[in-house]
């Protein structure tokens, strides 16, 4: 018979289960560190009586402390007063943070998403994967969720802040599994995260927020101080406004050409580049654990690998999805784009990641801020006009690619779709970073055995690992240099790397925006 939180929380405080309050699972870990013996590992939050003297016990112990509870600071509104309902661009997490933060505070915003509704995007992205049939208004990257609604839906980030779990409440409040509270690495798949956005969609709605789709950002209006008086949508609607966020993600190509030529001040930033490596999922269970995940009742097992090579460059896993498959992430015609997706159950039987390479501003060449764009967008065509110019993806085994078979067809494991094609993966990146993963690829194998066999399947080309391109703010005011009400937020912007970050990042700068401005209920523009 399985002990209760309470009794489990006594027994280590040494108190009496009527001492105990209150008790909540925080965190929930796997400590494989002598596999096969699995252990889980919970962090537990209790309130009890006499709070002191149980203290006193563990004077020395550090695994019972006194948790001092971050607070958010309170919102205060501003006194400026709003002419015209404040606009919010997108509806990834960024988005999503902002407009729903504006909406539960009175503000009404106006939220314009250039992709599909969520279920109409999903049909045209299952074309696309079943048909090869690509849609460039709405894909995996454009279309409400941001790319993130087809991705493992991921809720990791390094940030600590007293907002994080207030996110995290949202999102089981509009349909995400409660275990996303404590566990340790907590996802939510991209099957249940569709329905979670459209349910944050709604909630915006019913707050008093609008939501139009199929409505692309395509022109700013400001006045001779460089202050923000209109945007335009489609080419041909003018909409005024005081103030929009900008949550573009990092794909939105032509939208970075229309702020650059707009002389929004951007600036180059750093990415990655690379390719998807695919595995049995058992053989990364048996690494981690030591035995198959189901012996144990477990989760599929992930991993997260950095090799540091000779020339300073680094190769790394990047967006890990255990029992996943590798999907066609293209957003513009004639190119070719991976990604990873899974399910929340992960349950494929196919782990697979990205393998990615760092690249610098200086690697991307001229001083222009859309140079990181056009290197993307080189590699992308490559991979494209490679496989067969009909949207199948370049593969290649590890073996093949270290030199040490001559196999030309790949025999293990692949997901992709609409279908690959064996190529030269040596010819459609950069030298830097086939040398680099070249070198990579053995270190591993030593970390997790089976990484490198010879019949593992590489896919190209990874090169979406995040924005090219960061369009400057204050950090103060969150308004972009030189750009007075113009609110840039997320991924897109440069100022967040996943779902959580993100969202929060929205929040944030919603919250800087209601501290200047009062919020009166505008409901028509």
Known sequence: MREKPVDIAARKLRCSPADIQEVTVVRRS??????????????????????????????????????????ADPIVYGSERLTHRPIVVGTGPAGLGAALTLAEHGYCPLVLE?????????EAVRRFWEDGEFDSRSNVQFGEGGAGTFSDGKLTTRVNHPLLRQIT??????????????????????????AVVKNLR????????EVRFESCLTDLITDENGSLKAVVVNGNERIETEGLILGIGHSARDTYRMLYDRKVYLEKKAFAVGVRIEHDQKVI?????????????????????????????????????????????????????TNGMSKYRRDSGVANSALVVNVTPEDTGGDSPLAGVEFQRRYEMAAFLAAGSNYKAPVQTVGNFLGR??????????????????????????????????EALPYFGRKIRG???????????ETRTSAPIRICRNEKTRMAVQTQGLYPVGEGAG???????????????????????HPVEVKNG
Not at 325 to 336: H, R, Y
Not at 414 to 424: A, I, M, Q
Request: contains cysteine; hydrophobic residues 40%; proline residues 4%.
């Open 30 to 71: 796997v400590d494989a560190r002598r596999k096969p013996r699995i252990f889980f590992v919970f962090t537990l939050q209790v309130s009890v009586k006499n709070e002191k003297t149980v203290l006193r016990k563990f004077k020395l112990d550090e695994s019972v402390r006194k948790i001092e509870e971050m607070k």
């Open 114 to 122: 250039r992709g599909y509704d969520v279920d109409r995007r999903s």
């Open 169 to 194: 409440q949202k999102l089981v409040e509009a349909g995400a599994p409660k275990e996303i509270l404590y566990a340790y690495n907590p996802h939510i798949g991209t099957d249940v995260l569709r």
């Open 202 to 209: 709604r909630k915006i709605e019913r707050l008093g927020g």
């Open 285 to 337: 269970d048996r690494a981690q654990y030591g035995c198959d995940a189901a012996d144990l009742g477990l989760d599929a097992a992930d991993y997260n690998l950095v090799y540091h090579g000779t020339d300073g460059r680094a190769c790394y896993s990047f967006c890990m999805c255990p029992g996943g498959t590798v999907v066609a992430a293209a957003s513009e015609e004639k190119g070719v784009v």
């Open 405 to 438: 078979t001559k196999e030309a067809v790949p025999s293990a494991v692949h997901t992709y779709k609409p279908g690959v094609t064996f190529c030269d993966l040596h010819q459609l990146l950069p030298p830097f970073v086939t040398d680099t993963l070249a």
């Open 451 to 461: 990484f490198d066999d010879n019949s593992v399947v590489m896919t190209g080309v």
């Open 495 to 517: 100022y967040a790397g996943g779902i959580m970050s993100a969202f929060l990042d929205g929040m944030e700068t919603a919250i800087v925006f209601m501290k200047k401005y």
